[in-house]
């Protein structure tokens, strides 16, 4: 069965798109900026392009995969077989300068990421059919997409993709980038998911008018892999002036498995301050949350000492970044309700992980002390 495309009411419906076939590829010149294409070799969605794996690009067509020979149709979708966010096998789009929403749907896949111009733009997109939405400056008049592994061994598919022009500028919007872990990071899909992260919530709490949210984080992650393995390429890419960088990381640092010491941690995340308040941007600094059974003998929630914090608050100091104690704030919160109800907050049979209903919790924390600190948009 096909997978559904698109996110509901976000595009018009005047395209010159290919009529239901085959794999037949069709103009794709569109009215108002807008662009659909429905991948594979089966039947094409009514108000799409149908694009299949082994068509090539053409400047005359305007559009079509940079190397064919490492695609696959598969189950109503395209297969990429290289990968990484420097490989050519693209799918390349020619678009007029300007700032453009793209909507991605994945197909059969159990985690993928997507990268355009050579850096990632969502990070690790979780099930079958999985969609989201980013933004993305065109300043070359053309999109140069790719969908690449999110984990090793994971097969990694693209279904549908929808393109937007948001405006002739090629500058996004007021942005709102977040670093993290599990505890933070996107689960999909991203309004109903079980499992969630704050970052995925936060939105909820933020003026949508005045920012666009881009969660950069990643399940298990720590600072030397953040720094080094293209989350932070992509934040350096575009963060400008105005935009803000809010990271937490600490919990799978002190693993020992990670091999990364204290002070290393405060080395990685430094560089990593330093290196987006070069750009003109504003980076915020989070503690995380300790875990749902950290509660002692007086029903006090307390986790102060876990994750690195106490670094986490010395960088806050020395480097002058504001700082968001959601440690502190999460406890305070969990004494205020009780145990069985930060058991609830909490996915069953895990203390560390939120549900959705947590991770919103710890989301309007954190917005709340921005907002009292006096940041915009909260």
């Known amino acids: 069965m096909k997978w559904k495309k698109g996110l509901t009411g976000m595009l018009l419906a005047a395209f010159l ?28 969605e009514t108000g799409y392009t149908g694009v299949s794996a082994s068509l090539s690009y053409d400047s005359a067509r305007g559009y079509g995969f940079r190397t064919p020979e490492n695609m696959r149709n598969v189950s109503a979708s395209v297969r990429f077989l290289a990968t990484g966010t420097k ?107 079980v499992q969630a992260g704050w970052g995925q919530l936060l939105p909820e709490f933020v003026n949508t008018n005045t920012f666009q949210i881009r969660n950069m984080a990643s399940g298990g992650q720590i600072a030397r892999g953040f720094h080094q393995d293209g989350q932070l390429e992509a934040i350096v890419q575009y963060i400008k002036p ?86 502190v704030l999460s406890s305070a919160y969990f004494t205020s309700i009780g145990k069985n109800a930060t058991l609830a907050l909490y996915m069953n049979g895990d203390t560390l992980h939120p549900n959705y209903g947590g991770a919103r919790e710890l989301a309007r924390l954190v917005a709340q002390d921005l907002k009292r600190q006096g940041l915009s948009g909260f």
């Not at 999109?143 to 405006?167: C, D, H, P, Y």
């Not at 990670?258 to 980076?283: C, L, P, Y």
Request: glycine fraction near 10%.
């Open 87 to 193: 490989s050519e096998n693209t799918f390349d789009v020619d678009l007029p300068p300007g700032l453009y929403e793209v909507s991605v749907t994945l197909g059969d896949t159990s985690r993928s990421s997507i990268a355009a111009e050579g850096v990632y733009q969502v990070i690790n997109m979780t099930g079958n059919g999985a969609k989201d939405r980013f933004q993305i400056p065109v300043t070359d008049g053309q999109l140069n997409l790719l969908v690449t592994e999110g984990k090793e061994g994971a097969v990694f598919t693209l279904s549908a993709l929808e393109i937007r022009q948001l405006s002739s500028n090629p500058v996004t919007n007021r942005t709102i980038y977040i670093g993290g872990d599990s505890t933070v990071c996107n689960y999909y899909p991203l309004d109903s998911s």
């Open 242 to 327: 105005g935009d803000y960088f809010i990271l937490q990381l600490g919990i799978n640092d002190t693993n020992p498995k990670h091999n990364e010491s204290e002070a290393e941690f405060k080395d990685w995340m430094r560089d990593m301050i330093r290196q987006v308040k070069a750009k003109g941007a504003t980076v915020i600094l989070s503690t995380p949350q300790g875990r749902a059974t950290d509660f002692n003998a007086n029903n006090v929630h307390n986790a102060e000492n876990r994750w690195y914090r106490s670094a986490i608050l010395a960088l806050a100091q020395e480097e002058q970044t504001p700082l968001v104690d959601l440690n």
């Open 17 to 44: 798109c290919g009529a239901p076939g085959v794999g037949i590829a069709t103009p794709a010149h569109a009215s108002a900026g807008e662009y659909k294409f429905d991948f594979g070799g089966g039947t094409v």
